[in-house]
């Protein structure tokens, strides 16, 4: 009953073109399930367009922490261990069980068609993410990034090696990794990069003379794993209410892939046409303001290397991309400067760390070398060998977001506002629920503040967990109860209905300046009308914020609340019944001080470091600092009375 529930909804949430393209999807999977065409007998040559997408840096430029951390990586490889989701570390076989979640040891391979199989309800807590994650063969760039800077022969051949064995493993639309479109537009992109630096590693005389074993090689390879990939992608790609950035990586997949092997046109569409979906398609998923409508901060970055990388596609082939769309990426690349914390990023929304190409040099710091990128071309980072100069940051010296005076920048379309003052960063989400009427991505966070001090997160939002794996876990940290935006105790508006999807979405907040130093926020629900004021005091080093509610008539006696969750890694002191010292190191503490209006006022602090892969059976102070992972913070519970101003104080020391 709950999944046909969740597909009832589902199927209510879609556009009357959608459920017809939902009904023609059906007879295609049908149709996939008797027959496909045999990728075979297709004989046209497989080389790649001279200086197609991706162009290859010197090594001779190589960085080198680069060099260190691809050497660290390789070894690690080497020896049967990686890394996904920033902090998952992962003992895996030379040659892996490309259908097994290694995290939770459940092994799903079959070999059924994948137009039967359902990837969203795995046994035993496996979540297809962690399967999906080693087929994306980021980790497989990484041995051709070493090969080719280190003239490793060694790590070539086993990056080729492992490619033919998921192609020997995987058969096409058997099995799990031929369930999502996303998929396969990710092996298209990282498969240009295989193929590039494999041909570039065997050029290197220094190795012998091994070019014509390589290319003999690659050749084979080439008819293994594009034709298939490339029609797979075409044919299942988003759309409607599924689109989110799903559809972004299904075309820029093909968009990389079609610039370096222009003969693979025939398994797909004309490259004008699949650049002309992907341009609308930047244009739908960023808004004007640069922020990207699914409300999800990982998204934005996951949304934007894709973007980036199917621009260097296109423009490599010597094809122009239309002005708005390239000033959209700048002020995409400009919304992530601002509202990005340097250290310490808790995200908001779905957030699952996911990457596509690691040009990064240590995993765990993805978003601060990005941040790094974009903020200057004359910032020497790793991404930048390998993908050149970052777009400039304000598009054509116009910033992106709303100067609101005392630190605070405002994004008026995306929604978010973040302040900037001294040795204090706060981030206050004013944003809709999510992209389309599923909200697929979006969490009930409308009016959640973080606050970052010293560099270091005190008030965080609570991050994702896992989306398939622990529903329990995904259930609340999506929920008003994991965050500090004022809400009814109990409240079950909007109601999520299952996996990326909500019942509907609430009323985006508003934004407005009362004061130099006063922000104010509110939100329209149906009981009424939700205001915050965050109030910073310079001279205290200190930040007020005060809520309130005007309700309808008969929600009187309802009660307001808010979750105020700490980062794992503070200490928290309670001085009094409303005072509590939050410390995190030496010169870095914060003093909370609760109004005398809240009625009761709830801390709870964890016995000890807690670290989970799944939830416990108390939920209470739990929260996400990366995919997958959970651990538990101390959290203060307030609530009280509708009618009156509800406060509370926040002191640097």
């Not at 050029?203 to 029609?231: Q, T």
């Not at 009660?559 to 001085?575: D, I, Y």
Request: net charge neutral.
């Amino acid at each position: 009953m709950p999944d046909f529930r969740w597909y009832r909804d589902r199927f209510k949430a879609m556009s009357k073109e959608e459920r017809k393209e939902r009904v023609r999807q059906f007879f295609r999977r049908w149709k996939d399930w008797w027959t496909l065409p045999d990728f075979r007998l297709y004989s046209m040559s497989m080389e790649p367009r001279e200086g197609a997408f991706p162009v290859i840096p010197s090594r001779e430029d190589a960085p080198e922490e680069l060099k260190s951390a691809l050497r660290f990586d390789s070894d690690r490889i080497l020896a049967g261990s990686t890394t996904v989701f920033k902090q998952i570390s992962l003992k895996v076989e030379r040659h892996p069980a490309w259908q097994k979640d290694y995290l939770a040891g459940v092994d799903v391979e079959t070999i059924k068609s994948s137009t039967h199989l359902n990837h969203r309800k795995l046994p035993n807590g496996a979540d297809v993410k962690l399967i999906w994650e080693l087929s994306r063969w980021g980790h497989l760039v990484r041995l051709a990034q070493e090969a080719y800077i280190l003239n490793d022969r060694w790590s070539m051949k086993l990056a080729i090696r492992q490619v033919y064995h998921w192609v020997r493993n995987n058969s096409t639309m058997n099995g799990y990794n031929w369930t999502s479109a996303l998929e396969g537009g990710l092996r298209l992109i990282n498969y240009c990069w295989i193929d590039a630096l494999t041909l570039a590693t065997a050029s290197n005389k220094r190795l012998g003379d091994i070019s014509e074993e390589v290319g003999n090689s690659l050749a084979k390879l080439r008819k293994l794993v594009l034709p298939a990939h490339v029609w797979f992608v075409w044919r299942y790609k988003s759309f409607g209410s599924s689109a989110n950035n799903h559809l972004l990586g299904e075309l820029s997949g093909l968009i990389c892939a079609l610039s370096r092997w222009p003969q693979m046109e025939k398994w797909a569409a004309p490259l004008d046409q699949i650049q002309s979906l992907w341009e609308a398609e930047v244009l739908k998923q960023f808004a004007p303001d640069g922020g990207n409508r699914e409300q999800a901060l990982n998204y934005h970055l996951f949304s934007f290397e894709l973007c980036w990388q199917s621009y260097l596609a296109l423009t490599q082939t010597g094809r122009t991309v239309s002005p708005e769309v390239y000033e959209r990426l700048q002020r995409a690349a400009d919304y992530f400067v601002i509202v990005q914390a340097r250290k310490e990023p808790w995200d908001y929304g779905d957030s699952d760390d996911a990457y596509v190409t690691p040009f990064w040099e240590r995993e765990n710091e993805i978003p601060e070398e990005w941040v790094k990128w974009m903020e200057s071309p004359d910032n020497h980072t790793c991404i930048k060998f390998w993908l050149g100069e970052p777009p400039p940051i304000a598009a054509e010296g116009k910033p992106s977001c709303e100067e609101m005076g005392n630190g605070w920048l405002h994004f008026p379309e995306t929604g978010m506002a973040v302040c900037w003052q001294k040795i204090w960063m706060a981030r206050w989400d004013l944003s809709p629920l999510g992209y389309l009427e599923t909200a697929a991505h979006g969490h009930l966070d409308a009016l959640h503040f973080s606050l970052w001090y010293k560099e270091m997160a005190f008030i965080i939002d609570p991050g994702t967990g896992a989306y398939y794996g622990d529903l329990r876990a995904r259930e609340y940290l999506t929920s008003w109860q994991a965050h500090n935006g004022p809400h009814f105790r109990e409240t079950t508006y909007p109601e999520r209905r299952g996996p990326f999807l909500w019942s509907e979405c609430h009323e985006k907040p508003i934004f407005q300046k009362k004061t130099d130093l006063c922000m104010e926020g509110t939100l329209k629900l149906p009981a009424g009308t939700i205001s915050r004021q965050v109030t910073m005091v310079p001279e205290k080093n200190a930040w007020l914020v005060e809520d309130s509610f005007e309700p309808i008539a008969g929600e009187e006696s309802a009660s307001l609340e808010t979750c105020w969750q700490f980062a794992p890694e503070c200490k928290v002191e309670k001085l009094n019944e409303r005072s509590f010292k939050l410390i995190r190191t030496e010169g870095a503490v914060l003093l909370i001080t609760v109004g005398e209006n809240w009625k009761e006022v709830n801390l709870f602090i964890p016995k000890k470091y807690e670290h989970f892969h799944s939830a416990p059976e108390d939920l209470n102070g739990l929260c996400s600092p990366s995919f997958r992972t959970l651990r538990r913070g101390p959290r203060l519970v307030l609530s009280g009375p509708l009618t009156t101003k509800l406060s509370i104080h926040i002191q640097g020391e």
